[in-house]
């Protein structure tokens, strides 16, 4: 299991934001690239950057943090990147900077048939987020909701080759008030591919509960405010979920 720190982009700094509203912002650093060092340093395997800015104006605004972030850690680890990402051209932009992993979200659920493009022309390089409540998928920065059936949805980008999906409870992130779990685990056994969790996490019993159901098909769960806030040890997390994983082997 992934302990993924979160390193969330607005104006130029790294924020968390809760339940995505942009004007309930705190800002935890003015240097992003000070903060990718600090994740690698502490142990981090993979870096998730969301443009904020470019989610909500659907194309991206904070190149220049999102490059000092990728020199920040060379080629040490992945990172996965979304925010505004509504073209190949933008996708194809983002790899050649050295970023492992597009995230593709509003578009996705919007334009079903790009997704289908990029999982075709960048094989092993996208990952679809959903963002859901209470079954539903929410779109632009969670500003507006739809009709669509989160497990529906992931089914039909699975069968697009997307690599893995990041399913966000949006009623719960930033909040501190723990993971979706059954909703996640749901979701997860009805997919091949991983699901990543996301929203929610706040303390190390978290951790352990969402370990005890790697094997459902949750692959990594991202954590932004927990390990800002320090109510999250992200180093002894990561330890905690490596520890269980060789228990079980």
């Given at each position: 299991?992934?302990?993924?720190p979160?390193?969330?982009?607005?104006?130029?700094?790294?924020?968390?934001?809760?339940?995505?509203?942009m004007?309930?912002a705190?800002?935890?650093s003015?240097?992003?690239?000070s903060?990718?060092?600090?994740?690698?340093?502490?142990?981090?395997?993979?870096?998730?950057?969301?443009?904020l800015?470019?989610?909500?104006?659907?194309?991206?605004?904070n190149?220049p943090?999102?490059?000092?972030?990728?020199?920040?850690?060379?080629?040490?680890?992945?990172?996965?990147?979304?925010?505004?990402?509504?073209?190949?051209?933008?996708?194809?932009?983002?790899?050649?900077?050295?970023?492992?992993?597009?995230i593709?979200?509003?578009?996705?659920?919007?334009?079903?048939?790009?997704?289908?493009?990029?999982?075709?022309?960048?094989?092993?390089?996208?990952?679809?987020?959903?963002?859901?409540?209470?079954?539903?998928v929410?779109?632009?920065g969670?500003?507006?909701?739809?009709?669509?059936?989160?497990?529906?949805l992931?089914?039909k980008?699975?069968?697009?080759?997307?690599?893995?999906?990041?399913?966000?409870?949006?009623?719960?992130?930033?909040m501190?008030?723990?993971?979706?779990?059954?909703?996640?685990v749901k979701?997860?056994?009805?997919?091949?591919?991983?699901?990543?969790?996301?929203?929610?996490l706040?303390?190390?019993?978290?951790?352990?509960?969402?370990?005890?159901?790697?094997?459902?098909?949750?692959?990594?769960?991202?954590?932004?405010?927990?390990?800002?806030?320090?109510?999250?040890?992200?180093?002894k997390?990561?330890?905690?979920?490596?520890?269980?994983?060789?228990?079980?082997?």
């Amino acid at each position: 299991m992934l302990i993924i720190p979160a390193i969330d982009i607005k104006e130029g700094h790294c924020v968390r934001l809760k339940q995505g509203d942009m004007n309930d912002a705190t800002v935890y650093s003015e240097d992003p690239f000070s903060m990718a060092r600090h994740w690698l340093g502490q142990g981090a395997r993979r870096l998730h950057v969301v443009d904020l800015n470019g989610a909500v104006a659907g194309k991206p605004k904070n190149e220049p943090a999102i490059r000092s972030i990728v020199k920040a850690i060379g080629d040490s680890i992945p990172v996965q990147l979304g925010g505004g990402i509504r073209d190949l051209d933008t996708i194809e932009h983002y790899l050649d900077l050295g970023v492992s992993y597009i995230i593709i979200g509003t578009a996705a659920v919007k334009n079903p048939g790009f997704l289908q493009d990029a999982c075709t022309a960048f094989k092993g390089h996208i990952i679809v987020g959903l963002d859901a409540k209470d079954g539903k998928v929410a779109v632009e920065g969670w500003s507006k909701m739809t009709g669509h059936d989160v497990s529906d949805l992931a089914k039909k980008f699975e069968d697009y080759g997307v690599e893995a999906v990041i399913y966000t409870d949006i009623g719960r992130d930033g909040m501190l008030s723990g993971v979706n779990v059954d909703a996640t685990v749901k979701l997860a056994r009805g997919l091949r591919i991983p699901v990543i969790a996301s929203g929610g996490l706040t303390k190390l019993a978290d951790v352990e509960q969402l370990c005890a159901l790697e094997s459902e098909g949750i692959a990594a769960v991202i954590s932004g405010r927990a390990i800002y806030e320090g109510t999250l040890d992200f180093k002894k997390a990561q330890e905690t979920a490596d520890k269980i994983a060789g228990s079980k082997q």
